[in-house]
C-alpha cells in the first residue's frame, strides 16, 4: 500500500534518547546564542521541540518538520565557535535516528531514483574537494563550512528512505507554510522599527520562492473555497514581505513562477472550457500585490523607495552589484583554468575590492550558482550537480502531468515551476548551493521522488 499507518512506525526505543539528544540540542543553541533574551528564546523553543518530539507519532518525521521549522525561521546563519552551526544540528539528529532506523530494518525500501544516484556522486567529488583543499592547508572550519553546505543536499536521500505517509507530506508542507508566515510576519515588524525608510532582509526571504507559487497553486486547483480564501489571505503578508526585502531577483522570479503556473492551468483549463476558472486566480493575484503595494504605502509611504529600487532595472549594465559579480567570475575561471575537472578545491578564496574606500576583502561564495560549483568543484562536480537538476525537474514535471489528486496537482505545479525558476536565478546568485535553504529544496526533491515513484507504481496497477 502507498499510503501507510501513522501509528507505530517507529520502535519506542528510539523515543527514549530523544529528550536527551533534545538537550544536547538545546544547550549548543544557548552556547551559541549565548544572550539573556536569546537564551530564553531558545530555552523555550527547545522545550517545546521536546514536547512536540514526544506528542508527534513518529520521532524521526517530527525531526525532520523540526529541521525544516529551524532552517527556515532561523533569520541568519549562526557562527561555528562549536564546529557546527547551530541549524545543522537538527538535520543531524534527522540523520542519526535514520541510521538506527536502517540498522532496526525499519525504513522505507524505496529506490532513491537517478536523482539520488547523481547527488552521490556529486557527494563523491566535494569530498575530493575537501582534500584538496586540506593538501593545500587552508582552514578546516571553512573547508567544513563549504562541504555541509553541499550536502544539505543529503536531505533528499533522508526523505527517500524514511517511511512517510500521506498525512506527514501535508504536516511538512504545512510547516513550511506556517514558518513562511512567521518569517514573513517578522519581516513588516523589522520594516516598521526601520519606519519604512531602507530595506530589511536575511537569509529568509529565500524561502518565498517556494511558499507563494505553493499558495498560488493552491488557488488554482483546490475545489475547496476555505482553503482558496486562507492561501489567497497567506499570500498578503508574503507579498509585503518580497516588497520590504528589496531584493530584485524576487520581484522577478516569484512573478515568473507564477506566470508559468498560470500558463500551464489555463492550457489545461482551456481545454476544459473552463473560463471562470483560469479568469479568477489571476484577478486574486493582482489583487493582492496592488493591496499590498496600498498597506505599504499607507503605513509606511514608501513609494520613494520602492520606486528607486525598481528605476534600477532600466540601468543594469551599469549596476555595481552585477559588474561585481561578472567581474569575480572572470576571477574564476581565470583561476579553474589550472584545474579544469576537480576545481581549486574547498575554502578558496579571492581577494576582491568593491569600494576603494572599504579595502580589500575575501570572497569565498559567488552569487552564481554555476560558476561557485566549477570553481570549488571543477566540470566533474558541476556536471553532476546540474544532472540532479535535470533529474529532479524531470520527475516533478511527471508529478505534475501524471497527477490525478488535487494535493499531487498543487506539488507538481508548485515545485517544478519554482525550481525552473530557482535554475535561472542561479545565474546570478547562490540560490541552489550556497544557502541553508539547500536542505528544504532538498526536502523537496525527496517528496518528488516519492511523489513520482507513487504515480508510476498506480499507472502499472491499473487495468487496461
Not at 498525512?167 to 508542507?173: A, G, S, Y
Not at 483546490?222 to 482553503?227: C, E, I
Not at 559567488?366 to 570549488?376: F, G, R, V
Request: charged share 15%.
Amino acid at each position: 500500500m502507498i499510503s501507510q499507518s501513522i501509528e507505530n512506525t517507529r520502535p519506542y526505543s528510539l523515543r527514549k534518547i530523544l529528550p536527551i539528544l533534545l538537550l544536547v540540542q538545546l544547550m549548543v543553541f544557548s552556547l551559541v546564542f549565548f544572550a539573556p533574551l536569546r537564551v530564553v528564546v531558545i530555552a523555550s523553543l527547545g522545550i517545546i521541540s521536546i514536547l512536540f518530539l514526544l506528542v508527534y507519532p513518529d520521532p524521526l518525521v517530527a525531526t525532520l518538520i523540526l529541521a525544516s521549522f529551524v532552517t527556515i525561521v532561523l533569520p541568519r546563519p549562526t557562527g561555528r565557535a562549536f564546529v557546527f552551526k547551530a541549524e545543522e544540528l537538527v538535520p543531524m539528529i534527522t540523520l542519526l535516528l535514520l541510521i538506527f532506523s536502517i540498522l532496526q530494518g525499519d525504513y522505507a525500501r524505496r529506490s532513491i531514483g537517478r536523482m539520488g544516484y547523481w547527488l552521490i556522486g556529486f557527494f563523491v567529488v566535494v569530498v575530493i574537494a575537501a582534500i584538496i583543499g586540506i593538501l593545500k592547508e587552508r582552514s578546516v572550519i571553512l573547508i567544513l563550512d563549504e562541504a555541509l553546505m553541499f550536502v544539505m543536499w543529503g536531505g533528499y536521500l533522508i526523505v527517500v528512505k524514511i517511511k512517510l505517509t500521506q498525512e506527514q507530506i501535508k504536516h511538512l508542507f504545512l510547516t513550511i507554510i506556517v514558518s513562511s508566515l512567521i518569517v514573513s510576519l517578522y519581516y513588516i515588524f523589522e520594516f516598521k522599527l526601520l519606519a519604512g525608510q531602507s530595506r530589511f532582509r536575511t537569509d529568509q526571504q529565500h524561502i518565498f520562492n517556494f511558499t507563494v507559487p505553493f499558495l498560488f497553486a493552491i488557488l488554482l486547483y483546490d475545489k475547496n473555497r476555505t482553503r482558496k480564501i486562507i492561501a489567497g489571505t497567506l499570500i498578503i503578508p508574503m507579498a509585503i514581505a518580497v516588497y520590504v526585502t528589496l531584493t530584485r531577483a524576487l520581484w522577478l522570479l516569484i512573478p515568473l513562477a507564477l506566470f508559468l503556473q498560470y500558463l500551464y492551468f489555463i492550457k489545461e483549463s482551456i481545454k476544459q472550457k473552463r473560463a471562470a476558472t483560469y479568469v479568477l486566480p489571476i484577478l486574486v493575484v493582482i489583487l493582492i500585490a496592488v493591496m499590498g503595494v496600498m498597506l505599504l504605502q499607507g503605513l509606511f509611504g514608501v513609494s520613494n523607495l520602492l520606486g528607486e529600487r525598481f528605476s534600477t532595472f532600466k540601468f543594469l549594465e551599469s549596476d555595481l552589484s552585477l559588474l561585481a559579480r561578472a567581474e569575480l567570475s572572470s576571477y574564476v575561471i581565470e583561476r579553474v583554468r589550472f584545474a579544469p575537472f576537480f576545481g581549486v578545491g574547498l575554502a578558496d578564496f579571492l581577494r576582491y575590492q568593491y569600494f576603494p574606500t572599504l579595502g580589500r576583502f575575501n570572497v569565498y561564495w559567488l552569487d552564481n550558482t554555476y560558476m561557485q560549483l566549477i570553481w570549488k568543484t571543477g566540470v566533474v562536480g558541476t556536471m553532476l550537480f546540474l544532472g540532479f537538476l535535470f533529474y529532479f525537474l524531470k520527475r516533478a514535471w511527471y508529478v505534475l502531468r501524471n497527477s490525478i489528486q488535487t494535493i499531487d496537482k498543487i506539488i507538481g505545479s508548485s515545485i517544478f515551476f519554482t525550481f525552473v525558476a530557482l535554475v535561472i536565478s542561479g545565474l546570478q546568485c547562490g540560490i541552489l548551493i550556497g544557502y541553508r535553504f539547500n536542505f528544504v529544496w532538498a526536502i523537496l526533491a525527496g517528496i518528488t521522488e516519492i511523489k513520482a515513484q507513487e504515480l508510476k507504481k498506480q499507472k502499472e496497477f491499473q487495468p487496461i
